[in-house]
């Protein structure tokens, strides 16, 4: 299963800024919940297409680490302050879950 974050920045945010702050995030959170595995932050190139402008990408193997997710999020500190920063930088957020196909 894949997890899906779409963002775009805040008017002012720099790409550099973003980039920062998510990967501190995900770091993060890929240590403290190991059975997450982070795939990559994307953004559009050239601006082309419509938004979103990120797109991070994360794996896991079932629903219910989603729950250890919250769980842990609801615990950590130091994680919700990572989610603030890169909140403080980023608007629009959507989230999915999706399963691939083929």
Same mark, same amino acid.
């Given at each position: ?5 779409? *963002? ?9 800024? %973003? ?5 501190? +995030?995900?770091?993060? *959170?890929? #240590?403290?919940?190991?059975? *997450?595995? +982070?795939?990559? &932050?994307? @953004?559009?190139?050239? &601006?082309?297409?419509? /938004?979103?402008?990120?797109?991070? %990408? !994360?794996? +896991? ?9 919250? /769980?842990? +999020? @609801?615990?950590?500190?130091?994680? /919700? #302050?990572?989610?603030? #920063?890169?909140?403080?930088? @980023? #608007?629009? !957020?959507? @989230? ?5 196909? %083929?």
């Amino acid at each position: 299963m894949y997890y899906f974050v779409e *963002f775009d920045p805040c008017d002012g945010s720099k790409r550099g800024q %973003i980039v920062e702050a998510y990967e501190k +995030f995900a770091n993060h *959170f890929q #240590t403290v919940l190991p059975n *997450f595995k +982070f795939v990559g &932050l994307y @953004a559009r190139n050239v &601006l082309l297409g419509s /938004r979103p402008h990120y797109v991070g %990408i !994360w794996e +896991f193997s079932e629903y219910s680490d989603l729950d250890e997710w919250n /769980r842990v +999020f @609801a615990a950590d500190k130091e994680g /919700r #302050t990572l989610a603030k #920063t890169l909140g403080e930088l @980023a #608007t629009d !957020w959507e @989230a999915k879950v999706m399963s691939k196909l %083929i």
